[in-house]
């Protein structure tokens, strides 16, 4: 006996999509027009759930990008709300849709609710595909009978996401080309340009001006004691990952982002303003506030606040309230604490995360802006003195020369 997903059409012109065990098509199709059914297409499957992969790694799902995730959701919801059967719609993408690796994920995910899995569950076997808020928001719509909202929400919230992403790789396009090219130029000057007119000025035995000997010294590091520098860089990398591992590490190393000037009140409100989404989406979906709070904890992406919300949630379980918790780590804007208290006495606070993510929405391309158009202009100041710098020391000594021969 093998497995066959089918696609086949009813008497009445309506469009089913199943699997069936059957010695062959030809045994299949005869199953299927017993039942009044019409099959249209078939396919052997393979049963796959517990496919191994590089060396006997469990498969943890395709890698996909977060508009695939976003269509993927929305398709759901509409089917959701259409009254389609969720399995019916995993069936149908994971014979039609363009990614390959997704089409297999989604196979195995409906394999395992065939087999009596929740969908949250099952999404939660392939966390390469889908993310822990995604997984723990379905399972709240799940249990709360509001899966269609969480997904609908989920859409505005990747959507709301890859709008930020885009609008930061947009605005770094220019300080970065910039930087590798003076690095580029930087490079040259020091590997090839530089170490001639060296020889030439070692040579004639003139007496060097500072800037040139700074220079020299500098090159003759990177020339001379190359390997060097590199075994250095190699340690110093290798120790940042290995600090950056350790809890005590990770904390000083997130302290320190959110203290750089401008850079540190950009980070802060992006981070706040995920927090807000998050919670609000958790709130709606029907998660109490506590466990809403402990499944953002998880998601802050920054260990200090993450320390924050988790010691907030913890003063509500003593009987303070969010506004009031939150307000004494130093870290949260005075407009989100009054705008959230007001909440909390009206019994509104999902309503008002709503409006303090869309003030943030408004806000941060606005910071984003301002933040870069101030970074531009440093970043051409620097690199330009460096690129000044350099000329200088080897313009000096021709000077020198030039001025020995008059």
Known sequence: ????????????????????????EDSLEITLKDRGLLLISAEEQVSQPNKLRFGGSAYRGARVNSDLLAQFANELAVAHGAGVQIIAMLDDMAQNHDHAGFRETVALVSEKVKGGATFSDALRDYPRTFTPLFVALVEAGERTGKLERVLTDLVKFIEWQSEMGALVLQATVYPVSLLTLVVGLVVMLMS????????IFIDLKLTLPMPTRVVMGISDLFTVNGKWVLLATIAFV???????????????????????PLFGKLLTKLILSRFTHN????????????????????LMGNVVLADVIGEARQAITRGDSLSGSLARSGFIPPMVLRTLAVGE???????????????????????????????????????????????LAIFL??????????
Not at 1 to 19: C, K, N
Not at 397 to 406: I, N, Q, R
Request: with cysteine; net charge positive; aromatic share 10%.
């Open 279 to 298: 919670l609000a989406m958790m709130l709606g979906s029907g998660l109490d506030i506590s466990a809403s709070l402990q499944l953002c904890e998880r």
């Open 192 to 199: 090839f340009v530089l170490p001639r007119f060296m020889k």
């Open 345 to 391: 006495r009206t019994g509104t606070v999902e309503t008002t995360l709503e409006r303090i993510s869309q003030h943030f929405d408004r806000e941060l391309p606005k910071i984003i802006k301002r933040f870069f158009a101030i970074m531009d202009p440093l970043v051409l100041v620097l690199l330009g003195g460096m690129v000044g710098f350099i000329a």
């Open 1 to 24: 006996m093998a497995t066959f997903r089918y696609r086949a059409v009813g008497a009445d012109g309506t469009r089913t999509i199943g699997r069936e065990d059957a010695a062959n």
């Open 238 to 260: 290798l120790a940042f990952s290995w600090v950056r591992k350790t809890t005590k590490g990770r904390r000083i190393i997130d302290r320190s982002k959110l203290s750089i």
């Open 397 to 406: 000594p021709l000077y020198g020369m030039y001025e020995g021969v008059k």
